[in-house]
Structure formats: structure tokens, C-alpha cells
């Protein structure tokens, strides 16, 4: 079957098939070229098939050979999907076949196109599947913007007259720099808000089933914080020079306590209106830990994990959009950057990227030293052992391109018992992005720094708590960063005009943090393993093939 030309006549193809073992090995064949031809990543796409002939052999055994069913498959509005439909009584299958993933956590892998879902509709069993948008790249998508926007700058402020040059600046640049930068502000605050509201739920849920999740999470956010914290303090020291710092006025109790009653919100409606991002923290926090204590244990605990998937997808949602709009107004930016003789503060983005990745390469290397010396295996044999899963999410720019490498690496290479990766493993994905939140916070300070903003202890406490926050709840999708960075700097006092700065950054980042992030999050994953006793030592010391 030509599946190719068939999806260029129609939108989708529609296959009925038997639930005979020939008849699944068919479809998992039809769905491996599929996903083929959709250019996903060989060993996600293994996995993906993997899961769909595990949910239709226990369908097999529950209906029965003669039952009949319909694979779909096709391109809508640039989202591939699969369907796959079978009419009865409602049996979940995915239940069996990925029995030791938490729901939470498999509404994320679905929401980032990695794994299958079921749902029963009309009386409908259904298997769907919806992968991400055919695109390029959204880091060399940006990149390329870039790269368009200095050319054309540079060639516009050679040859156009400098009265058509002017007229371009005020009536079309920088209208549309503050219409992007508003439409960033707008956005910054509902993203917020679902993406802590599921992070809360679904954490909170998958922690209440297993408590070792909810240890873990502690703990690493313990980590980011002293770590990020450290890191500021490194950065006032490293841009001393740039920054005016003042006193804090009256006495420090009076200033902490002022600094914390500022979470307490007027109504439910000011902190969105004002994107008061402590306040919209605070808020889904609340409504998050109420909805668990409500719901769990409930008859209605479903519910929950549905809500909790919605509200994640529509995060995930919308930082589509900012990413899909990104490299328009990168081109845009660094064009007026040029026009508006900016281009020193955005050129000296360099620095702040050096001191992230050299503080985020330390980071990684002590951590492979103490996993080294606690487990008593060669450094180079661990950095070996994740070389291949590095390259591999260092070439995708994603740590969701390399999910499947970055699982098999877990547990064949790293000696990580399946159980602790298929519970840990998603969990970590959402909240635990090291690189990117030191890299997050020397962007921050660089952009305060350009603009002279005042600072003080208070300040940097805010800085710290926002970013540690926000990066911990936020999932790891291009767009993210950039509502984040909206939202940190209303709130504290950096110009908007930062944002062209960061703006540039976040493509570096995009290129370097992936990575960075699955690294921390495997060696993170050794000691997890090991506090539970699921690290098999062996084959963490065993050379690798």
C-alpha cells in the first residue's frame, strides 16, 4: 500500500482490519511507515508501535479474533494523527500495556506525541494518537530567522534613505515589536496558571500513589533552588559593574513579610489582569491541592486526571502558537535592533551564555563525579554510557525527540530498574531542567543589567522563586521561555524591551539545554534508583558495548 500517495489525494486513509495476530502485525506495519513518513524519530516510532500491538493483543483477548476494527490515519492541519476505533463495550487497554506509568504522566508523553492514549466515545473504544505539527525544527527555525533579520538590518541601514529608514522604525517596526511584546504579556498569565495547574495536579496525584515521586520532586527543586540562588549571587558579582544595588528600606521582617503578604491576591481576576505571576502561582496552587484532596480517592477520580490533561494541553497549546510566531518576530527584532543602534546589548548576550554553559558543564561533571565515587563506577565508562542519548537530543534540539534513546539508555546501559523509569522518568521531563533554569536566570540578570534596574535582596529572592517555579511546572516545549520571561520581568520592573535581548538567548539555549537537561536528569535517576533499591550495579559498572 502507497500510503504517501494516498495522504496527498485525501486528508485521511480509513483501513478495516480483523483482531487476528496477522492482521495486528499488519497494522503496527501500516503505522510504522506512517510514522515513517512523517519523519519521527526511529526509535520513538519503535516505541509507539510497540504500545499499539500491546493495547490490540489485549483487545484480542477481551473481544475476540472476530472482531472488527479501523485503523485511521492522516494529516489535519498540519497534525498527524492515528485513530484506531473498534465498536463494543469499553475496555481500556492501555492500562495493561503501560501499567506502571502514572495517567498524569501519560497525558504528558501524549501531549508531547510520544505515546497513545485511550478514551471511549458514543460507544466507541478508542486508541489516538496526535504527533506534533510537520515543521522545521523550532531552534533552527529561529536560528534562521535570526541569521535573515541581521542580514537584512544591516543591508536596510546601508542602502534605504535615512527619512524612509525613520518612517519604517515608527510606523511599522516598532508597532509591531509592542504588539508582540503585549501579545506576550496577554498569554504569559493563563499559560502560568495551567501549566502550575497541572503540574500541581498531576504531581500531586502521582505522588500521592507513590511517595518516593514526591521526594524526588522535593529534592530536586531543593537542589534548583540553592543552585539558581548561588548563581545570582554569581552573576551580581560577574556584571557588578552593570547593576545599581540599594538598601532594603526598614527593617528586614517588615520587608519579608511585606515580600510574602504580596502573594495574597485582591479577587480571583486582578493577578490575571495585572499578570501578577505570584499571585497566579499562588492561585493554581490552591485550586490545585483543593481539586486532589476533593477528588482523589473519589469515584470521580478520573475526572481529575482528564481536567488535569486539558489543562496541560492547553499550555502546551498555546506556547505552540509563540513558537509557530517566534521566528517572524526574531527577524522583525533584530532588524529594528540595527535600526535603533541596539545591536551592543543583544551582541553581548555572549558572555551570559558562556558563564551558563560553563555553570551548567560543572554542574553536570560534579554530578558525574558523585555518582562515580557513591557508586563506585569510572567516570568515563558513565559519560560513554550517555554519549549516545546526549548526541542524539544535542542533533533533535528536544529531549522529547530522544525520549525513547534517553529510556533505552536508563535501563540497559545505566542499570535503572524499568519500574523507576516508566514512573520517574516523565516526572523528571516536566520538572526538573536544570540547564535551562540557570540559563533562564543569567538572562534575567543580563537583561536587568542592560537596563539599569535597581535591585536588592528582596528582588533576587523573587527572581530566584519565580524562575525556579515556572521552570519546574512549565513542559519542555519551545514558546515556553519566552511567556516566562514576559511574566518574570513585569514583575520585576525590567523593561520590555529585554525581551529582544532574551529573545535572541533562547535561541542559544534551544540549541544547548536539551541535552544538558537529560543528562542531570539520568544521573538524577541512578540515585533515585539506588535510594530504592532498584539500581542494578552490575550493569551500571559493566563497560559499555
Request: charged fraction near 20%; glycine fraction near 6%.
Amino acid at each position: 500500500m502507497d500510503i504517501k500517495s494516498q495522504l496527498k489525494s485525501e486528508k485521511s486513509i480509513r483501513l478495516p482490519y480483523g483482531l487476528t495476530a496477522e492482521s495486528i502485525d499488519e497494522v503496527s506495519s501500516v503505522i510504522g511507515e506512517f510514522l515513517d513518513l512523517m519523519k519521527t524519530e526511529r526509535s520513538n516510532a519503535l516505541r509507539i508501535r510497540l504500545l499499539i500491538e500491546d493495547a490490540l493483543l489485549v483487545w484480542n483477548d477481551y473481544f475476540g479474533e472476530e472482531t472488527e476494527i479501523t485503523l485511521e490515519m492522516g494529516i489535519v492541519w498540519r497534525k498527524p494523527f492515528i485513530t484506531i476505533r473498534l465498536r463494543g463495550e469499553a475496555k481500556d487497554p492501555m492500562n495493561v500495556a503501560g501499567g506502571e506509568t502514572d495517567p498524569w504522566a501519560e497525558n504528558l508523553l501524549a501531549d508531547l506525541g510520544l505515546t497513545p492514549t485511550y478514551r471511549y466515545s458514543e460507544g466507541e473504544n478508542l486508541i489516538q494518537l496526535n504527533l506534533n505539527r510537520l515543521r522545521m525544527n523550532p531552534a533552527l527555525s529561529l536560528l534562521l530567522s535570526a541569521a535573515v533579520g541581521i542580514i537584512i538590518g544591516f543591508f536596510a541601514d546601508v542602502i534605504l534613505p535615512d527619512s524612509f529608514s525613520l518612517a519604517l522604525t515608527e510606523h511599522v517596526l516598532e508597532p509591531i515589536q509592542e504588539a508582540f511584546f503585549r501579545m506576550l504579556d496577554t498569554i504569559a498569565g493563563p499559560v502560568i496558571f495551567f501549566s502550575v495547574l497541572a503540574a500541581v495536579c498531576g504531581v500531586g496525584h502521582a505522588s500521592i500513589r507513590k511517595k518516593n515521586l514526591r521526594l524526588m520532586l522535593w529534592r530536586v527543586l531543593a537542589i534548583c533552588f540553592l543552585c539558581t540562588t548561588f548563581l545570582c549571587c554569581l552573576c551580581f558579582f560577574v556584571m557588578k559593574q552593570e547593576f545599581i544595588s540599594t538598601s532594603i528600606d526598614g527593617s528586614l521582617a517588615d520587608t519579608l513579610l511585606s515580600f510574602f503578604l504580596r502573594f495574597v491576591p485582591e479577587d480571583i481576576l486582578t493577578p490575571f489582569i495585572n499578570a501578577d505571576s505570584f499571585q497566579i502561582i499562588l492561585l493554581a496552587g490552591l485550586i490545585g491541592n483543593a481539586a486532589i484532596a476533593a477528588d482523589f480517592g473519589s469515584s470521580s477520580s478520573m475526572n481529575l486526571e482528564d481536567t488535569v490533561g486539558r489543562a496541560n494541553s492547553i499550555g502546551l497549546t498555546v506556547s505552540e502558537w509563540v513558537s509557530r510566531l517566534s521566528p517572524t518576530f526574531v527577524a522583525i527584532l533584530l532588524i529594528l535592533g540595527i535600526q535603533n543602534n541596539t545591536m551592543g546589548e543583544i551582541l553581548g548576550i555572549v558572555r551570559p551564555f558562556l558563564l551558563y554553559l560553563a555553570f551548567s558543564g560543572a554542574f553536570l561533571i560534579l554530578g558525574l563525579l558523585y555518582v562515580s565515587r557513591k557508586e563506585d563506577v569510572s567516570p568515563r565508562v558513565l559519560a560513554a554510557k550517555m554519549k549516545e542519548s546526549f548526541l542524539v537530543a544535542l542533533k533533535e534540539f528536544s529531549v522529547d525527540a530522544s525520549f525513547s534513546v534517553n529510556q533505552d539508555c536508563c535501563i540497559k546501559q545505566l542499570g535503572i530498574d524499568r519500574s523507576v523509569v516508566r514512573s520517574s522518568l516523565p516526572v523528571g521531563l516536566l520538572s526538573y531542567m536544570p540547564a535551562s533554569t540557570f540559563a533562564v536566570m543569567i538572562f534575567i540578570m543580563y537583561g536587568a543589567s542592560c537596563y539599569h534596574v535597581r535591585i536588592s535582596s528582596i528582588w533576587c529572592m523573587m527572581a530566584v522563586f519565580l524562575v525556579v517555579i515556572l521552570q519546574a511546572a512549565s513542559p519542555p516545549v519551545a514558546g515556553v521561555d519566552l511567556t516566562e520571561y514576559a511574566a518574570i520581568f513585569m514583575h520585576l520592573g525590567v523593561p520590555t524591551e529585554a525581551l529582544t535581548i532574551v529573545l535572541v538567548a533562547d535561541i542559544l539555549v534551544g540549541l544547548t539545554a536539551p541535552p544538558l537537561n537529560q543528562a542531570m536528569l539520568q544521573i538524577e535517576l541512578v540515585l533515585e534508583a539506588d535510594r530504592l533499591g532498584k539500581l542494578n550495579k552490575e550493569v551500571l559498572r559493566r563497560p559499555p558495548a
